[in-house]
Every structure is written in C-alpha cells, then in structure tokens.
C-alpha cells in the first residue's frame, strides 16, 4: 500500500541453529521488560506531553488500552513526535519494485532459500494445501529468507498512518490537495475517503500491536519490521500474527522470526483466505491479493513460484510483458525519428 529478499551458503541443519540462537537473543530483547519494572512506571503520574499523538492516544484508552502503557509508549524517544502525516489520493506501487525477483540471481537465493527450509515447507504443505514454492517465493520477496526484516519501531510506523483522519492533519492534506484541484467537491470527497481508509486499515494494528504485547509480555516498541508496520520473516501485521500465527517448531510460542512459524503461519494465512489444492491461477490472484494489493507483487510471486516448480512461466503474463516491451520499443523509436523528421524540414526550407 502507501506495503523487503534471500541467500546464504549454509546447510539447512545450520541455517535452523542459528535462527534459534537468533531467536535467543531475540528474546532477550522482546521479554526484557520485567512487569515488576512495569508496575514501578504504572506508579508515575497520568498526565503527559503526548507530542501530537493526543488523537491516538485518546481512542487508545477508550478502546481498553491502560492510559499508563499508552503514556510510557508515546512519550518514549523511540517514538518521534507527530509532525503531520501527507498522504497520496492515488497512491501507486511501482512494478520496479518486484521486476528482480525473477531473475536467474534471484531465483537462485530462492531456491536455496526452498531447499534449506524443505522439511518445514513440506510439512505446512500437508497441513494446509499450500505449496512450499509458493510460502519459499513469499518469504524471499518479503525479507530476504529472513535476512531482511526490518529495523523500524513498527508502533511507531503504524501510528503515523493511523493518524491520517486526526483533524488537523486532514485539514492540512485538504488544504495541500485543493491548491491545486480542478475539481473541488471531487477533491475533498476523495481526500475525506482516503483519511478514513488509513484510520479504519492502520489504527487496528496499532491497537493489536498492545493487544500482542500483552499477550507476549514485551515491550510493545521493542517490535521492529518494515516502514509499513510488518515484522518476520513473512512481514505479517499485528492482526495477522493474531489470527494466523502457527506454533510450526512445537515449542509453545509463535515467533515469526522462527523459520518453521514463519512457514506454518504464512501457509495458514493463504489456507484461511481461499487457498486449496487444485486452486485455478485466477484465484491464487485473489488469495494472494490479501497478503499485498498489488499486481506486481502477485505477478512476482507466482512467477518465481513457477520457477521454483520447474515450471515454463505463465503464457499470459510473459505474453502481456512481451507487449509491453514491444510497445516501448515503438515509442522510443517514434520519438527519435520525430527529430530526425523535423530536421529534415528545416533542411529543406
């Protein structure tokens, strides 16, 4: 949305320690925070300069979030102070962003990426119908195999997008979009729409992101991901770790830095929204949609999940990228004999 890649040269037995002793350490940082430490905060006092997250903070605490946890979160360094938030009307993802995944370097780390985790990427296929290709080709697109995660406080991120109907932030981006509209009514319209879509899409998470802490017992900025607000290897929301984290390793907790929850809960993710077994190419579209809303993405995804197959890409995305290259080749080759043209008129005059 306004919504990351694979490789290594260890063997899988290798690669499974040292995400566990990652995950050690991990939890180091994420259990780090003793409730008895937590309990001497709660004896501070309420009021607070909440630095422009007052909005948030108020719908926080009258969904259930106690004011002392959301007061330690928003006067905390690690969360900058509101400064306004400009959003798009249209906002677009550019298929730059996936064009490398499919190629040989990159489908190379995903293979490796398949092959190291192939007991896990099996076993989530028995369970739950969905190909270990694709889970291997979601998970090396989104961080890398795991390489890549994020280090951003996703709180943070996702507050920020959860602030875009605040008031005065909304008046801001109404005055920004009307200075230069040729149709006011339709301008507001849109910009009021698009407000409430990242407040109804964002706030959620950041509400589930206390709602994961408390569940967790952690620290809830000690979360870090993406610029989005995803985190693990398959950059899930906090609403999805809620509802589609899987124990896949049996040790009684869900990380989705662990390569075996990562595996199980992204299967699980595709299982619960449509994916089965014999499933048609037009509906692995719309499965995969909810996981990105992006066509490129999706391309990306189930390209390199046919590769990893052994599979011949599919004919109508090669045949419709074949078009495409075609016809920019007509335009360049229009736009340099326009000069050439041109020059030969005044040549003549």
Same mark, same amino acid.
């Given at each position: 949305m306004d919504a990351v890649r694979c490789g290594g040269n260890t063997t899988a037995t290798r690669r499974v320690r040292l995400g566990r002793i990652a995950l050690v350490v991990l939890a180091g940082t994420l259990y780090?925070?003793?409730?008895?430490?937590?309990?001497?905060?709660?004896?501070?006092?309420?009021?607070?300069?909440?630095?422009?997250?007052?909005?948030?903070?108020?719908k926080l605490v009258a969904d259930g979030v106690d004011r002392r946890q959301v007061r330690r979160v928003f006067t905390d360094p690690r969360v900058e102070p509101f400064d306004g938030l400009q959003f798009?009307?249209?906002?677009?993802?550019?298929?730059?962003?996936?064009?490398?995944?499919?190629?040989?370097? &990159?489908?190379?780390?995903?293979?490796?990426?398949?092959? /190291?985790?192939?007991?896990? #990427?099996? %076993?989530?296929?028995?369970?739950?119908?969905?190909?270990?290709?694709v889970v291997a080709s979601i998970i090396h697109v989104e961080s890398g195999c795991g390489r890549n995660t994020g280090s951003e406080v996703i709180l943070f991120r996702l507050a920020r997008l959860a602030m875009a109907n605040?008031?005065?932030?909304?008046?801001?981006?109404?005055?920004r979009h009307l200075a230069d509209s040729d149709d006011p009514s339709a301008t507001e319209l849109r910009t009021r729409e698009r407000g409430r879509y990242l407040e109804d899409t964002f706030y959620p998470e950041v509400l589930a992101t206390f709602q994961l802490s408390d569940k967790l017992d952690i620290d809830p900025l000690s979360l870090r991901g993406s610029g989005s607000g995803a985190f693990g290897m398959p950059q899930f929301l906090p609403?999805?770790?809620?509802?589609?984290?899987?124990?896949?390793?049996?040790?009684?907790?869900? &990380?989705?830095?662990?390569?075996?929850?990562?595996?199980? /809960?992204?299967?699980?993710? #595709?299982? %619960?929204?449509?994916w089965h077994p014999g499933i048609a190419r037009a509906e692995k579209r719309r499965v995969i949609w909810h996981y990105n809303r992006s066509d490129a993405y999706i391309d990306a995804v189930l390209a390199l999940a046919d590769r990893l197959d052994g599979a011949a890409p599919e004919p109508v995305v090669e045949e419709a990228r074949a078009k495409a290259t075609q016809l920019k080749r007509q335009v360049k080759a229009k736009r340099k004999a326009k000069p050439a043209s041109s020059s030969a008129k005044r040549a003549k005059k």
């Open positions: 780090g925070t003793p409730r008895a430490v937590r309990a001497q905060q709660e004896a501070e006092p309420l009021a607070a300069n909440y630095r422009g997250w007052d909005y948030i903070v108020d798009s009307l249209y906002p677009r993802e550019s298929s730059a962003l996936y064009s490398g995944f499919t190629r040989p370097a &990159s489908v190379a780390l995903a293979r490796r990426c398949k092959a /190291s985790y192939e007991d896990a #990427l099996q %076993a989530a296929e028995q369970r739950y119908g969905v190909p270990a290709s605040e008031p005065q932030n909304l008046r801001d981006n109404l005055t609403r999805s770790y809620l509802s589609y984290g899987v124990d896949g390793n049996g040790d009684g907790r869900v &990380s989705l830095y662990d390569p075996e929850d990562a595996i199980f /809960s992204c299967a699980n993710y #595709l299982a %619960a929204h449509g």
